[in-house]
Every structure is written in C-alpha cells, then in structure tokens.
C-alpha cells in the first residue's frame, strides 16, 4: 500500500527557506505513470496546489508561487523535496504530499500523506 | 480567493439528501476539465471521494456521487450519515493556473 511521509523543519525563520521531503514507500517515484507533488492549507483555510514533478524530473508549479519554489526528486532515494524561498507569515500552513495519478487526460490526487505544520516565525 | 466556488456550509438531518456545489469558470469546468472531490475529517489529510466527475474510488459508499454540467459541479450524499461530517473539496484544472481547488464546504449533521 502507497505511502507518503512528509519531514522537515516545523519552524522556518522569515526571509530564509522551507524545505521539506516526501519520503515514498509501497510505491516508485520512479514510475512513468504519476507525478508527485506539493499541496499546503494554511490554518482554517482551503487547500492551494504547489506544483508536481515527474520520475525524469519534468516540473509544473503554480504560478502564483513559480518565483519562490523549486520541487526536485531524488530517485535513488524515493523521495521528492520542496524548497520555498523567502518565506513570510503567509507560508504558514500544512504541507501535503500527494501523488497524482494520470489515466488519459484526467488527473487527480489519489494518495496523501498525514501532512506537515510549517510555521513561519521569528 | 479561489478559482472555484463552493458554499462555506451545508447541513442535515440524518438520511436526507445534501448536494454541494462547485462553481467555476470557462477556464476550467466550463472548457471541459474534470472535476474531483476530496473529503477531509479535522486534523487529517484529504481523502479522494470522487474522480473524473462521478467515479467512486474502492470502498467509497454508494451514497456518495458526483455529476458535472457546463461551469459547474455537484457532489451529492444521499442518505447523509453522522460519519459524513467533514470538509469537502472539489477540484479541478485551469487554464491559467494549472491545479485548482474549491474554497471549502463543511457539511454538519443535525
């Protein structure tokens, strides 16, 4: 069964950069069939898509954030990372990882991971 | 502000039937873009509830559907249960800014 682990640092000072990795397990993200990506709700809000990346390192971003982030993946870990720059109090949020399933021209966010409280503060 | 709209709130009685819906523009709904729905308890992660517009995933009550028509979408609990009261997210694709969610529908059962 596919699992995603987010980790990282629960406290990231203003101005510098949160970075958090999603650790996958019952599942490759080398496989051709899903891209893997980032999803963050800030407290008592909605959720806002970040970006995805693929197994070849193929990357969408919102456009919103596209300045600040940079998703990488890392094969030989089975992992994938986010970094977002010069954060301010309204990067607070919990982090998802989630993986995105393609089937066609169809896709959606079938697995997720528990989520991670990143809190930007001095 | 999000790209697509959904009521802050719905509710019922048990067993009556609840439609919540998910409003969006020619960008995304409207130029053919499917809609998903996600549901989320408190302090836990979305769960997938309906793909591709009316697709239940396995082990997703029967009581849960979903129907799209031109720049909107519905989800519908039929025979609503005390085990339904959560958020619920629709979610689509943009034209202009790729992954888009609703802003939220929380369902409460009375």
């Known amino acids: 069964q596919l699992q995603l682990q987010e980790s990282g640092p629960g406290l990231v000072k203003p101005s510098e950069t949160l970075s958090l990795f999603c650790s996958v397990s019952?599942?490759?993200?080398?496989?051709?069939?899903?891209?893997w990506g980032w999803i963050r709700q800030p407290p008592g809000k909605g959720l806002e898509w970040i970006g995805s990346?693929?197994?070849?390192?193929?990357?969408y971003y919102n456009p919103s954030l596209e300045s600040q982030v940079t998703i990488s993946v890392d094969l030989s870990k089975n992992q994938f990372s986010l970094n977002l720059r010069s954060v301010t109090a309204a990067d607070t949020a919990v982090y998802y990882c989630?993986?995105?399933?393609?089937?066609?021209?169809?896709?959606?966010?079938?697995?997720w991971g528990r989520g991670t409280l990143v809190t930007v503060s001095s | 502000q999000s790209v697509l709209t959904q009521p802050p709130s719905v509710s019922g009685a048990p067993g009556q039937r609840v439609t919540i819906s998910c409003t969006g523009s020619?960008?995304?709904?409207?130029?053919?873009?499917?809609v998903h729905w996600y549901q989320q308890f408190p302090g836990t992660a979305p769960k997938l509830l309906i793909y591709?517009?009316?697709n239940r995933p396995s082990g997703v009550p029967a009581r849960f559907s979903g129907s799209k028509s031109g720049t909107s979408a519905s989800l519908v609990i039929s025979g609503l249960q005390a085990e339904d009261e959560a958020d619920y997210y629709c979610?689509?694709?943009?034209?202009?800014?790729?992954?888009?969610f609703g802003s939220g529908t929380a369902v409460s059962v009375l």
């Open positions: 989630a993986r995105r399933t393609r089937i066609a021209v169809v896709d959606w966010f079938d697995s």
């Open positions: 019952g599942g490759s993200v080398s496989s051709t069939n899903y891209y």
């Open positions: 990346i693929n197994y070849s390192g193929n990357t």
């Open positions: 020619s960008s995304n709904i409207g130029a053919d873009y499917d």
């Open positions: 591709g517009n009316e």
């Open positions: 979610q689509s694709y943009d034209s202009y800014f790729n992954y888009v």
